[in-house]
């Protein structure tokens, strides 16, 4: 039925959905504009607690309303074509529990009968340049602000008017002109068309929410003034919304206003992330940009603007507001920064008289302010002015100017008059602020007028007349221009309106004829009615003469039929029989037969006729001609991969067609590896069967498809594009490369090859193997660079490097494809990897974990195969440098900072070629690893320029050290009941003294705290250390047996804010800036927990984080392996992410703790730690291992944990058992090769 409803449609616009096959001749892909809006919905979805309702305007055949129908939301698609409508309720009778419905009707009709409150989202994609092309764009204008006036959110995609279509000339000149006057209008990307190269703006739209970085925040009101002077150009750039709590400042970088707007959020975000001791300044909640806006959210500040309490005539005390903001810019001077925008409109003061100087943004070192004068004094001495007036001076370059102190009353004057009298280089606002102080005494005589001071007032009398004239002639000038503006309209509407009026008419004449036409029919069919009442018997005649004509047709019908089936059988016996003498000649002499052009002309020809009107017999002949047998007959002896014994010889015996590099069973001959015969000389490496085998099973093997026309690469979900540099003279290895490309099973590919001009004769020999095969032209060495230039070019949804040498697996497209098939799709995917040496050998299997982005940090973790989305290369900007491993790595970390969705592929689907051996990790070379660190280093400086990136030669990776800000609140809470433990060498020792000793003498960082939580009992000489060192213990009120959570819990209670580090007490400090390492990460406000790195006291690992599965449940990753030697993929040697730390050495935000509810006390001693750890993954954050934070630890002298039946396993396991199955920071290869290792005293 779908079928036949979908070979009606005039257009197959959109995919058709869950029916691939009826969706190769798609005129457009949705997956982009589909990812985008998911995140949307996924995004309002969580801040509603609700499935949403959805409108999609304009639904075509149904995609994206089945799409967000299939995440629980209740949707509704209109359309104006019934054909359309037909196929969505087709679709949607094949999920009926989905909430679904669909009608008929016009766009513009459906918004004016819209019910306010009825929708939370609303899509309208590249649907209103019809409605704009028929009514106009004022129109589009209004019904847009309808929607958003009558529905939470909308989703628009609009064309532009430079598209070469009728409807063209009626866009606007800027399509944001259309949703301007919608409050929060953000761009989520430029999509591209079928219809031409010019991509279209989708924008997410509100006018109750701001919706960025999937954060969804409701405001009150909005405002495009910051105040009452603000230029109109900064009107048309910046927005502001007011939430309850939070203000939402948002930026357009796509206007002349561009750098301005960076430049100040970037200042705002650097200086809310580090204000000064004492400034006044409210909580950074969040930041973030695009290509095209940027925006900041923080927390609102209480109170009105000193302008808008002048404008409203409101009382208040002028002289304290001075003070409050000259003392705010004392403080800003001290930490060596500068208010360039002191003005009444930037000083905030609220109900209680609190004063708070606000525009962050206008903070920097720059001692300049932003308007006249640019002196920083001088714009104080006006701001006094206007402040003390209450006659603020607006904003012009010409506006009124008051720099003479002497109008002011004292002590300001006599101390602006004093500060006059120094030398500029001794101006400060500390120095102004004493001056104040000291003049302010009563004993000081009154200074008379200077001078100078009267020939300045007499100057400023002047420009205030020149301003009062300006003001007259700007009035006019305005009015004027409104005038013109009204008259231009006014020429526009009669236009309109005569063009309109004839179009009226001509319709009433059309609406005339039609009505005469109707009439006389009607006049007609009545008579006709009338005779045939008269006459009843007559009609009957004509009636059995009409049956009887209907059956004579469907006898004719079934004739042919079996027609068409004879012809049919004929066909394929004749195309069967000329495939066969085709076999034979070509067995014959296959040479000349290739060379016979008229042959090979004539066997595409009738492989491209089968391959359309009769795929199975197609395949059957493929496969007889190429000697595949099926399954059901192929002898066991062949299915091994040797000849059968009737075979005349090797040579000529029908050879099978080889699936995959990593599926082998024996070493095939060339003419099996390939589906074009012409292609036989590619001989295969034989050394990959012989060690790539063993990290795969053996598959039944899968015939290559004969690939000819495009629609066969449509079939797939994805499609992926391989970019090979050919900057060498090796063909060798290049052969060896193209040849994994063209063994792919999926066809859904494309092969860009980029080389230099002298390097050209390596590509064009590959030319005429496969029209999937291109060249891009202008090639460089850098593999990057060409990635990025092939990017415009290709034709595919993903694009990743090969590099000459390299392999890649047979099913690595449909890998991608069957991974992207998931909804939302990743922006990026990577892969497994190994290495191939020059003996042939395969080595170093790099397992690596799903995405985590501190363990990127310290390694390349994405490394090869690395598929990118298009999207996301067309507008990336890479400065110039050496082509290398940290070339790439630069590119990941850029790639990974603009995707939405990062994807991991868990198996070994890329074989790197390697000169020599080299630990799996993906660890960076000696020649590589500083300018990999330079890398890093500048690409986190944009987060927050003090940090610090290390490299460690031992081995190649780098460690990411964050600041911590003077201020910051360390808590060091130790548990412990005072047991005491023999240790060789010491005797017997108390562990609690013993761990605070170490922490006392080897601790580098300063301005902690400790508070030992006991039992009840403290030895007099611990007690006497910590009051000496101003530290404090506590006694844990236990009431009945121990629970090793609720102790945790009382622990942190006694922690106002700040860092806690939640610590046992067997333990002992190795590492003197251990307690940095964890507080650096713990500050972050991304991160919840983080772990450190805990030895036996032989050296051997007891702690390197913690992995669900283990065990049967949850267990130490490399416990009991040497800490000197490099471990697996050096997952104990670098800053990584796991899903748990251990409790004994665990550090964490105190509100975080708190946002979390703490340790749950169910799990009174076995799995609180880790519960608490995979709550917190679970709400969005991370949990990081950093093995630099590295102490001792007497394991299991504080608490006796035992992995058994009990209650609290069986809830773990209950709980978490999706993570238990699989642990995403190690998944199924990973917690084999790091399990817990049996000691040599345990065995």
């Given amino acids: 039925m779908i079928r036949n409803l979908v070979a009606q449609l005039p257009e197959i616009y959109q995919p058709i959905f869950d029916h691939p096959e009826l969706s190769t001749q798609t005129s457009r892909p949705c997956e982009d504009r589909l990812q985008k809006i998911a995140v949307v919905y996924k995004s309002l979805e969580d801040h509603l607690g609700r499935p949403l309702s959805v409108l999609d305007l304009g639904c075509s055949q149904g995609f994206f309303c089945l799409n967000l129908a299939q995440l629980g939301a209740t949707v509704h698609g209109v359309d104006f074509l019934d054909k359309n409508i037909a196929v969505c309720e087709a679709l949607a009778a094949e999920h009926p529990s989905w909430k679904l419905s669909f009608q008929v009707g016009r766009v513009e009709d459906f918004i004016e009968q819209l019910t306010p409150g009825r929708y939370d989202l609303v899509l309208g994609l590249s649907v209103f340049h019809h409605v704009a092309y028929a009514s106009g764009a004022d129109s589009v204008k209004r019904l847009l602000k309808r929607l958003a006036e009558a529905t939470g ?210 903070i920097s070192p720059t001692p300049q302010d932003c308007g006249r004068p640019s002196d920083i004094f001088l714009a104080f001495l006006q701001f006094a002015q206007d402040l003390l007036s209450g006659k603020t001076a607006g904003a012009k370059p010409a506006q009124r100017v008051f720099l003479s102190p002497a109008r002011l009353e004292e002590p300001l004057k006599t101390a602006f008059q004093s500060l006059w009298e120094l030398p500029r280089q001794d101006w400060s606002f500390r120095g102004l602020r004493a001056l104040m102080d000291s003049t302010a005494e009563p004993s000081l005589p009154h200074q008379p007028i200077k001078g100078a001071d009267v020939w300045a007032m007499a100057i400023e009398d002047v420009l205030t007349h020149l301003q009062h004239f300006a003001d007259i002639v700007d009035a006019h000038e305005h009015r004027l221009r409104d005038s013109s503006n009204r008259l231009f309209r006014a020429e526009n509407l009669l236009e309109h309106s005569e063009a309109r009026l004839l179009q009226a008419e001509n319709r009433i004449d059309n609406l005339q004829r039609q009505l005469d036409d109707v009439r006389q029919r009607a006049e007609a069919a009545t008579s006709h009615i009338e005779q045939n009442i008269a006459r009843p018997h007559a009609a009957l005649p004509l009636a059995n003469e009409g049956t009887a004509s209907l059956e004579r047709r469907l006898k004719n019908i079934e004739v042919e039929v079996q027609t068409n089936a004879a012809w049919r059988d004929q066909v394929s016996a004749t195309f069967s029989n000329a495939v066969e003498r085709l076999g034979r000649l070509e067995a014959f002499s296959p040479r000349r037969l290739v060379t016979n052009r008229f042959a090979l002309a004539l066997r595409r020809r009738v492989g491209s006729l089968l391959s359309r009107y009769a795929p199975g ?122 040849q994994s490309v063209l063994r792919q099973t999926d066809p859904a590919w494309e092969l860009l090859l980029c080389a230099p001009d002298d390097r050209q004769s390596l590509v064009e020999g590959w030319l005429d193997i496969d029209w999937r095969i291109r060249r891009i032209t202008g090639g460089t060495p850098d593999e990057v660079l060409n990635l990025i230039v092939a990017s415009w070019q290709s034709t595919t949804e993903y694009i990743g490097l090969l590099s000459p040498g390299d392999v890649v697996d047979d099913d690595l497209v449909k890998h991608i494809s069957k991974r992207c098939s998931a909804l939302p799709p990743c922006d990026l995917l990577y892969t497994d990897e190994a290495s191939l040496l020059p003996d042939g050998s395969i080595s170093s299997a790099f397992y690596k974990p799903d995405w985590s982005p501190e363990h990127h940090h310290s390694v390349n973790l994405m490394g090869r195969f690395l598929a990118v989305r ?315 291992f950093t093995p630099h934070a590295q102490l001792f630890h007497f394991h299991n002298s504080s608490f006796k944990r035992k992995h058994d039946r009990s209650a609290e396993r069986k809830e773990f396991l209950a709980r978490w058992h999706d993570v238990v199955e699989r642990d995403p920071y190690c998944g199924t290869q990973l917690r084999v090769i790091s399990a817990e290792q049996k000691s040599e005293q345990a065995a």
Avoid at 252 to 279: C, I, M, Y
Avoid at 305 to 331: G, M, S, Y
Avoid at 933 to 958: I, N
Wanted: aromatic content about 8%.
């Fill in 153 to 362: 959110a909308q989703i628009f995609e609009l064309a532009l008017r430079e598209e070469p279509l009728y409807w063209g000339p009626a866009q606007p000149e800027d399509p944001f002109e259309l949703v301007n006057q919608i409050g929060f209008v953000h761009l989520l990307g430029k999509i591209p068309t079928h219809l031409s190269h010019i991509s279209r703006p989708l924008y997410v739209t509100s006018d109750r929410y701001s919706i960025v970085d999937e954060t969804v925040i409701p405001f009150s009101h909005w405002t495009s003034h910051a105040h009452a002077f603000a230029a109109p150009s900064s009107q048309a750039s910046r927005r502001y919304y007011f939430a309850e709590h939070q203000l939402v400042k948002y930026y357009r970088l796509d206007q002349e206003q561009r750098v301005l707007n960076q430049t100040e959020q970037a200042q705002e975000v650097h200086f809310l992330k580090s204000a000064p001791p004492g400034f006044k300044a409210p909580r950074l909640l969040a930041s973030g940009g695009t290509a095209t806006a940027a925006w900041t959210v923080m927390d609102r500040l209480p109170g009105r603007t000193l302008l808008e309490l002048e404008q409203h005539k409101l009382d208040f005390d002028r002289h304290a507001a001075l003070k409050a903001v000259l003392d705010q810019l004392v403080i800003l001077e001290s930490a060596g920064l500068y208010h360039a925008d002191v003005r009444t409109w930037n000083v905030l003061r609220s109900d209680d008289g609190t004063v708070r100087l606000i525009d962050y943004g206008s």
């Fill in 617 to 738: 017999l197609h395949q059957q002949l493929v496969t007889r001609l190429r000697g595949v047998p099926t399954v059901a007959d192929a002898p066991a002896s062949e299915t091994a991969g040797t000849a059968p014994q009737n075979s005349v010889s090797p040579a000529s015996a029908a050879p099978e067609v080889a699936r995959g590099a990593f599926r082998r069973t024996a070493v095939p001959r060339a003419s099996e590896l390939l589906a074009d015969p012409r292609l036989a000389h590619l001989a295969r490496p034989r050394d990959l069967d012989r060690f790539v085998r063993p990290l795969h099973e053996v598959q039944q093997n899968e015939a290559l498809e004969p690939v000819t026309a495009l629609s066969q690469t449509r079939r797939s979900a994805s499609s992926v594009a391989f970019v090979i540099t050919v900057s060498n003279d090796d063909t060798a290895a290049l052969e060896r490369s193209i």
């Fill in 870 to 1184: 298009k999207s996301l290369l067309l507008n990336l900007g890479m400065d110039a440098g050496d082509p290398g491993a940290a070339r790439e790595y630069a590119l990941s970390l850029k790639l990974a900072a603009r995707a939405r969705s990062i994807g991991h592929i868990d198996e070994v689907l890329y074989v790197r070629r390697r000169e020599a051996e080299w630990p799996a990790g993906g660890f960076f070379e000696a020649k590589d690893l500083e300018a990999a660190r330079q890398v890093l280093q500048a690409h986190l400086s944009g987060q927050d320029p003090a940090v610090e990136v290390v490299a460690h030669h031992s081995p190649g990776s780098l460690e990411v050290r964050w600041p911590i800000p003077k201020d910051t609140e360390v808590t060091l809470l130790i548990l412990t009941n005072m047991q005491e433990r023999q240790v060789a060498g010491r005797g017997n020792i108390v562990l609690a003294t013993n761990f605070v000793k170490s922490i006392l003498e080897k601790s580098t960082f300063k301005g902690y705290k400790i508070i030992v939580v006991d039992d009840g009992h403290v030895p007099d000489d611990l007690q006497k250390l910590l009051a000496d060192h101003g530290h404090r213990s506590v006694s844990y009120p236990r009431n009945g047996e121990f629970s090793f959570a609720n102790k945790s819990n009382f622990a942190t209670s006694l922690v106002s804010s700040g860092v806690v580090l939640l610590l046992n007490d067997d333990l002992e400090v190795i590492a003197p800036d251990w307690i940095e390492a964890l507080v650096g990460h713990a500050l972050r406000p991304e991160i919840a927990v983080v772990g450190g790195k805990l030895l036996f006291p032989d050296h051997r690992i007891q702690h390197a984080g913690i992995s669900t599965g283990l065990n049967g449940s949850a267990g130490h990753v490399f416990m009991n392996s040497a800490s000197d030697q490099l471990e697996y993929g050096g997952y104990a040697s670098v800053i990584r992410n796991y899903g748990a730390v251990t409790g004994a050495v665990m550090a964490y935000r105190k509100e975080l703790f708190d946002q979390m509810g703490g340790f749950d006390e169910f799990f009174r001693v076995d799995y609180n730690d880790i519960d608490f750890c995979l709550r917190c993954i679970q709400a969005g954050y991370r949990v990081v």
